[in-house]
């Protein structure tokens, strides 16, 4: 997947192997990695991240060998010696190594048990800190931490130590009397033995307690409450971890709702099924508008025929063309990768005509430094190209560059004035939907707003894929599917499913529409 942030001046310089960094990956936003993280990933051989990393932040890592910890043996906390030792393995085998953490590595994540076993086996390494949960959670549910009249200090606690537990290192009697904010981290579970001990030490029931669950990404939800009520809301609510609970003055202070609450697009859950190749910034401007996607490839595009494409390409060459048609993104890309491979460039199209169908078709075109002679205003609109050829095409010979599964029209239309239509077959679309995906599951449970789908093609794939419990949120429209063209859109509705469509069939017409403008 592309990086949204290309062109950026990042010039990692790769240590000598074996090297290990300690990266803090911040709460989640990928916005909030740091520079020497996003350093760091860009030198990386091995990246070993746990489950805060999304596939925004290892796409700064694209030369990377990636290690979910999740796939390695054991179960949290006792996974912990099965990481270490395959950090030290990976290192150990000649590579750079980053192993990328949720929040800062410092706090709470166990770095000295890593740096120890570093040191004994000799690795150098380097700890990159992060924006910890406690910063991000107070910056985007707009909760202050310390305050000049309320809070003075600022503790950060583990909820695993809850009283009671046996060797706990914590006195809940001096925190219940501490002077400033406490705040819990891995506490959601515990609350409720937390919050009776520290009303039990003297702390008012009344006390504002603020719980904020997965802070800073777009399913952030947040809870103000006492500490009297906190446990009770908790599980009516049912807040989960990750979540982080403040304690004390200062959280009576919270805005309400928060600056991050109020993005046009909070709470709203949206699935993208592009190919991965197309997605760009997607991803990115969506959860700028404060919402929560989530990416599910149900296409790629595959090339095929390079023989006779290669072989068309020598006959523009020779001038046995006049004119040259593009009727997609993809197939400008194709043709013009083929057009490079052979040692040709753009001044071998300098004596054919080019139509394009469609804005972003023209787009692709014109980074190309091609601009096209005629164009029309709609995607997947041959008919409307056929009319605009009709008068000015008769008797040419035309190359039609297209996709296996392209529609007959454009080629049936040609044919009636031009002298010769040549098709070349110069993709195919291959269907990479992975039905395990856990996408699914929230399918099931209705948690997404949106559905984008790209072409018929890929609705009847990913529709296939969609079992009954699924389809019954299309139905009820609690799943809205954003359909890319007046075609699609009539198809989905005549199934029966809930639907929007989007202005123009680009990346950023979802946007446009969701956010109405
Ligand atoms: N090193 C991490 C903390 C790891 S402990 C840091 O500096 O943030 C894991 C706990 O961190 C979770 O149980 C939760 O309390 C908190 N946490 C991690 N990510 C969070 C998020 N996005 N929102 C709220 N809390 C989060």
């Known amino acids: 997947m592309q990086s949204w942030l290309k062109g950026l001046p990042v010039v990692g310089r790769k240590p000598i192997p074996p090297y290990v960094y300690l990266v803090g990956a911040g709460p989640g936003d990928p916005g909030l990695l740091t520079m020497r993280a996003i350093e760091c990933l860009s030198i990386a051989d091995t990246v070993i991240y746990d489950y805060l990393a999304s596939s925004e932040m290892l796409a700064f890592a694209p030369q990377a060998r990636k290690i979910a910890v999740s796939d390695l043996p054991g179960e949290h906390p006792n996974r912990w010696p099965h990481i270490h030792e395959r950090i030290v393995q990976e290192a150990l085998a000649g590579n750079v190594v980053v192993h990328l953490k949720g929040g800062d590595p410092s706090i709470f994540g166990r770095c000295a048990e890593e740096v120890a076993v570093l040191q004994a086996a000799n690795i150098p390494y380097e700890i990159v800190p992060g924006v910890t949960s406690a910063s991000a959670a107070s910056a985007y549910g707009e909760i202050p931490l310390t305050h000049r009249a309320h809070a003075s200090a600022v503790a950060f606690i583990t909820g695993h130590e809850y009283p009671g537990k046996e060797d706990s290192h914590l006195s809940w009697e001096a925190l219940a009397q501490f002077p400033g904010t406490l705040v819990v981290y891995m506490g959601v579970a515990r609350i409720a033995s937390i919050a009776a001990s520290l009303q039990q030490f003297g702390k008012s029931p009344t006390t504002p307690v603020a719980v904020v669950q997965q802070a800073s990404s777009g399913s952030q939800r947040r809870l103000l409450t006492t500490l009297q009520t906190v446990a009770n809301e908790i599980q009516e609510q049912q807040f989960k971890a990750p979540a982080i609970i403040f304690i004390g003055p200062a959280v009576g202070a919270a805005t309400s709702p928060s600056w991050f609450e109020r993005k046009p697009l909070a709470g709203k859950k949206i699935l993208i099924t592009r190919p991965a190749h197309q997605v760009g910034d997607l991803l990115r401007q969506l959860e700028l508008a404060g919402a929560a996607p989530s990416h599910l490839p149900v296409l790629d595009i595959v090339p095929t025929n390079q023989a006779e494409v290669d072989r068309e390409i020598r006959h523009i060459a020779r001038g046995l063309y006049d004119g040259l048609i593009f009727t997609s993104r993809n197939t400008v890309d194709l043709f013009f990768a083929r057009l490079r491979a052979l040692k040709y460039d753009a001044r071998t199209l300098a ?167």
């Open 351 to 517: 004596k054919v005509q080019i139509a394009s169908i469609g804005p972003a078709t023209t787009a692709a075109l014109a980074e190309h430094n091609i601009s096209a002679d005629i164009t029309t205003h709609d995607e997947s609109n041959s008919e409307a190209l056929l009319e605009l050829l009709r008068p000015i095409w008769q008797g040419k010979r035309i190359l039609l560059p297209q996709a296996a599964e392209a529609r007959t029209v454009l080629h049936d239309g040609l044919k009636a004035f031009a002298e010769q239509v040549q098709p070349v077959v110069c993709y195919q679309q291959e269907v990479v939907l992975n039905p395990k995906s856990p996408v699914f599951a929230e399918l099931r449970k209705g948690d997404f707003s949106h559905i984008h789908l790209m072409s018929g093609r890929t609705a009847e794939v990913f529709l296939a894929a969609c079992d009954e419990e699924i389809l019954i949120h299309f139905r009820s429209g609690r799943t809205v599917l954003v359909a890319n063209s007046a075609r699609l859109y009539q198809l989905l509705t005549e199934k029966g499913f809930v639907c929007l469509k989007t202005p123009h069939p680009q990346a950023d017409g979802l946007l446009e529409l969701l956010l109405g403008e």
